[in-house]
C-alpha cells in the first residue's frame, strides 16, 4: 500500500477479495483486483486496470454497502442493498444480498431511480477525476508496481473501455441480451461463448429475441472466439469461474458441439484458474430442445468437468397463457418438460435444471392459479436444485400487485422461487 499525500490518494495495487475464486456474497469484490482509495471514494480496478467498482465513503452515500459496477458490457449498474429488510428483502426476491438497478430498460420490479441520485452521480464524475489525477501523479513520477498500475488505469480511458465492450460483442458475433438467471452465483460475472445464435420459437412477447433462424456456429469459429476471448479478457482471465453458453437455446446445439466448445474453452480458458472450485457452465434450453436431450447428451455435461445450470423457459401451464404470449407450445409439452427437470436434477450430480415462468398482471386470468397449483404441488427440490424463477413482464401493471402475487407464490411453492431480472452483458 503506498499513500500519495499531496495527490490525495492511497494505492493498494495487490488485493484479494475474502472470496477468492468462489462465489460472491456480501462483499462483491472476490477475486484479485486493485484499489485506490481517496478522501469520499473507493475505486476498484480489474487486473487489467479497468474500472470495476466504486463506493462513496460519505455520510451521503446511499449506504455503506452499496456501489456501482462496471460490467464488460460497460454498463454501470447500481447495487442496491433494497428498500426493505426481512421477509421483503432483496435476499428473498433475488436469493443475493444486493438488487442489481440497471441503466437501461428492463423488467425490474424497483422504481428506484439510482441514476438520478446526483449523489450516485457525483461518484462517476469522480471517476474521470480520479484519472487526471493518476495523469498528475505519472507526470511527476511513480515507480515500480504503482507504476504499472496507474499505467494500466491510465491505457483503459472512458472512450477504450467503450470501444473493448464493442470489441467482446464483435468476437462473439452479437451483444449478450439476457443472461441466465443462475449467472447470479458469479455476480453475473461470465466469459460468453457463442454456440448458437437465435432460437426455435420466436415467441410474441419476448423482448430479447433475435430475428434470426436457429444455427448452430462451425467448430471453427467458435475456436476462433476462444482465442480472441483469452487475448481480451487478459490478466484478467483467472478472476472467471463462469462460462456462458450462447445465445439463447445452446442447448439445441447438437452433442459433439457442445463438448467441443466445452472442451475447449476449459483446456483454453483455464477457467477458475489455478487451485480454484469448480468452474461453472451457464446455458439457455427450449422445452423443446430439454425435452430431445438424451441420456449421452446429459451425460456428457455431467462428465464436462463444470457445475452445469441449464436454465429452461416453461413461462406458463396455462394454455390460454401460452396462446396469449404466442409461445408456440401446449401445456402438456411444459408438463413433461417440468416433470424432466425433476427427474435430471435427481439423476446428474453436476447439472442443476432451473425453470423460468412469467409474471404479470395483464397475463389471461389462468396463468397464476395454474402456477400456484403446480408450484404447490412440485415434487420438493432435488438435492437442493430446481430454482423456480419468475419473470416480470415488460408493462406488466401495477407493481404492488404482482409483488403481492409473487410473495405468496414464493410462500407455497415446494421449490424455491425468485425473481428473474433480464440483465445484458
Ligand atoms: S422466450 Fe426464448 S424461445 Fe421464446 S423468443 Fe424469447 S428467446 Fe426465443
Known sequence: MAIYQQNGITINVEKRGPQAKGKPGFDLRYGKYSEIITRKYEFAFNLNGEIKFIKGKGSEWPHPFEQLKRTDGNDWVYYSCGKEGGEKGVIFWLGEYYLPCLPYPSNSLDRAEYFSNPVVMQALGAWSMLYGTLYELRSKGIYGKDKDFVERILAHDDNTLQQRSKRLQEIIGDRVTVLPPDTRHVDYEVIPLSISQGCLYHCGFCCVKSSQKFRIREKEDILGQIEDLKDFYGRNLENYRGLFLGDHDALAADLE????????????????????????????????????????????????????????????????????????????????AFRK???????????????????????PEGHFPSLEYLLENAPGPSRGKGAVYLSPLKNRGEDEDLLTRYFKLKHISRLPVFVYLIQRL
Open 257 to 336: 458441439t457442445l463438448t467441443f466448445a466445452i472442451g475447449e474453452a476449459k483446456a483454453k480458458l483455464n477457467l477458475g484458474g489455478n487451485g480454484a472450485k469448480q468452474p461453472l457452465l451457464f446455458l439457455f434450453g427450449s422445452v423443446g430442445s430439454f425435452l430431445k436431450s438424451d441420456p449421452k447428451l446429459l451425460n456428457a455435461l455431467n462428465d464436462c468437468g463444470f457445475r452445469v445450470y441449464l436454465n429452461v423457459g416453461f413461462e406458463s401451464v396455462d394454455p390460454e397463457t401460452l396462446k396469449h404470449i404466442q409461445k408456440p407450445i401446449t401445456k402438456e409439452q411444459v408438463m413433461d
Open 341 to 363: 427437470m425433476h427427474a435430471v436434477n435427481a439423476n446428474y450430480y453436476n447439472i442443476e435444471v432451473t425453470g423460468n415462468f412469467l409474471m404479470g398482471e395483464r397475463l
